[in-house]
Structure formats: structure tokens, C-alpha cells
């Protein structure tokens, strides 16, 4: 009991340290794809760029090659587009909310390799790839 109250200090520390290393587990930060990842993943395994963003907002910069279905549609369109089930899946809106909604969707549907584009589209413009107007 008295190294306790003796190093009370180091025990805050500890705990303080361990809570920093879960910070980035709530906020979502690692779970997605870099927008390096992104491209490998599109030219090695010839992903498939799904953006969920509103019509609006696609037609106004998206990624080269993606395609635009909103995210209240995914359920009843993503099997029309994304015919075969094993290909990765690479989701993407504006800031990456909407695309971790989409993933758990796609999951939900059988797309066991769907992942979020990390930041999304202003992720993407940050890393100068190239984003496309419709």
C-alpha cells in the first residue's frame, strides 16, 4: 500500500499513457486506407472505387474512376455494381464518416474486403492524386 501512495504519480502515468493509445481506436484513425494504400489496392487487386457522397457532391470532384452511389442507395445498388464479391472494395466521401457507414453496409452484404478510404476525398486531394469532375 505505500508504493501505492509513494508512486502515486508513476500509476497516473501508466494509466494516462495507456489511454493515449486507445485514442486513436474511438476516433476511427488507422482503420482506413492511405491514399497510397488506395491506389496499390486499385492497381494490384483492380479495386473498385465506391463514392457515397450525394450526386451534387460527386459531379463537384471525385476519385478517377469511381463510382457515384449515394449511401442511402448502397444496399440495393452495390450488388448491381459490385457484381463479384471478392474483389476489394474501396469506399469514399468527403471526409470519411459517410464511407465507414458504407463499409459496415457493404460487410453486412458479403464484400468481406470493403474498406474506407482514411480522410476521404480531402485526404485524397491532400496526397495531389488526381480527382476527376463530372
Known amino acids: 500500500m505505500n508504493f501505492i501512495i509513494d508512486n ?3 500509476i497516473v502515468l501508466a494509466l494516462a499513457s495507456g489511454g493515449m493509445l486507445l485514442v486513436p ?5 488507422g482503420g482506413g486506407l492511405s491514399a497510397a494504400q488506395a491506389v496499390q489496392l486499385i492497381n494490384r487487386e483492380k ?23 449515394p449511401l442511402a442507395q448502397l444496399q440495393e445498388r452495390l450488388p448491381q455494381v459490385a457484381k463479384n464479391k471478392a474483389v476489394p472494395v474501396i ?13 459496415g453496409i457493404a460487410k453486412g452484404l458479403g464484400y468481406d474486403k470493403a ?5 476521404g476525398l480531402a485526404a485524397w486531394r491532400e496526397a495531389s492524386m488526381p480527382v476527376e469532375k463530372a
Open 91 to 103: 469506399m469514399v466521401c468527403a471526409k470519411g464518416g459517410r464511407a465507414a457507414r458504407a463499409v
Open 8 to 10: 502515486w504519480y508513476l
Open 47 to 69: 479495386a473498385l472505387v465506391i463514392d457515397v457522397c450525394e450526386p451534387a457532391e460527386y459531379a463537384a470532384g471525385h476519385v478517377g474512376g469511381a463510382k457515384n452511389i
Open 25 to 29: 481506436a474511438f476516433k476511427g484513425v
Open 115 to 119: 474498406q474506407t478510404l482514411a480522410g
